[in-house]
């Protein structure tokens, strides 16, 4: 399997799925570096803080696209998360069955070991495609802005006691940062597997790529209108909105793995591909 996974995880890595989901991701991190970074960095170098009574500057924390509730960009690039994961080798399932490569490979190697490879490089793969563009736009943001502790009185973030990891955000706010981007790469690779759980639904490339955003779209509009927004992973995802329940999201990680790691390994294996 480790000769498998290899192949696997260059083929998911040197895809041009990959390139272009880190391109888009980093095109809307830039437009929020420039909108939300840049203004910030000027309105603090005006500050003459011997004289200032008001709010502290703006820090890293609140300031990066995942840093607040209030950026377009952020928004945007939380909803379209399962496009990002999916994008890189989310649809290589349907694609190598389409042009016969599963049939050489299964030739070659036990079904199972080569359906675990696939979903081990997809859920990598579709992590990597949502975390970077996080990440490369978190550095400018450090080149940018102060990271200071949030304040406690005059925070722009969605940040309250009752979040998880609120703690940390007030004492050691670059910690809490990188828990959400080790959350975010998580919830990238579940979409991705996702997308390979639901390759069998279909005799069509494009159903298969879109299903699992329509259904982070219909969990978002329904807890949206159910009042309840803070459920849906498009804010759950987002440091500077928090995850207040925790139960919630350990319940969307539980069941986004485990459905699709046996929809995909139980289908796989029993499909017929000669």
């Known amino acids: 399997m480790k000769d498998i996974l290899k192949i696997e995880l260059k083929r998911a890595f040197t895809s041009k799925g990959m390139l272009l989901a880190v391109l888009i991701g980093c095109v809307l991190s830039a437009a929020q570096g420039i909108g939300g970074q840049v203004p910030v960095y000027l309105r603090n170098g005006a500050m003459d803080f011997a004289k200032?009574?008001?709010?502290?500057?703006?820090?890293?924390s609140e300031t990066w696209i995942a840093g607040n509730g209030g950026n377009i960009e952020g928004f945007i690039y939380f909803l379209l998360v399962p496009v990002f994961a999916m994008l890189p080798f989310g649809t290589s399932y349907f694609t190598d069955g389409d042009s016969g490569f599963?049939?050489?490979?299964?030739?070659?190697?036990?079904?199972k070991g080569f359906l675990q490879a696939k979903y081990f490089s997809a859920f990598i793969s579709g992590g990597a495609a949502v975390a970077i563009p996080l990440f490369l736009n978190l550095l400018c943001c450090m080149t940018l802005v102060p990271d200071l502790q949030p304040s406690t009185i005059?925070?722009?973030?969605?940040i309250t006691p009752a979040h998880l990891f609120s703690?940390?955000?007030?004492?050691?706010?670059?910690?809490y940062i990188l828990i959400?981007?080790?959350?975010?790469?998580?919830?990238?690779?579940?979409?991705?597997?996702?997308t390979l759980a639901v390759s069998f639904l279909s005799d069509?490339?494009?159903?298969?790529a879109v299903i699992p955003f329509?259904?982070?779209?219909?969990i978002h509009v329904g807890c949206s209108l159910l009042g309840v927004w803070d459920y849906s992973i498009v804010y759950m995802g987002r440091a500077g909105c928090?995850?207040?329940?925790?139960?919630?999201?350990?319940?969307y990680l539980a069941v986004g793995l485990l459905a699709s790691w046996f929809i995909f390994t139980r289908k796989g294996e029993r499909e017929d591909v000669f």
């Open 242 to 251: 928090g995850i207040i329940n925790p139960w919630v999201f350990l319940i």
């Open 180 to 194: 959400f981007l080790l959350i975010d790469f998580v919830i990238g690779g579940i979409f991705a597997c996702l």
């Open 204 to 208: 069509y490339k494009i159903v298969i």
């Open 154 to 158: 005059y925070t722009r973030s969605m």
């Open 102 to 111: 599963l049939k050489n490979i299964y030739t070659r190697c036990g079904r």
């Open 167 to 175: 703690s940390i955000f007030f004492t050691h706010p670059l910690l």
């Open 52 to 60: 200032w009574h008001g709010p502290e500057p703006a820090v890293v």
């Open 214 to 218: 329509f259904i982070q779209l219909i």
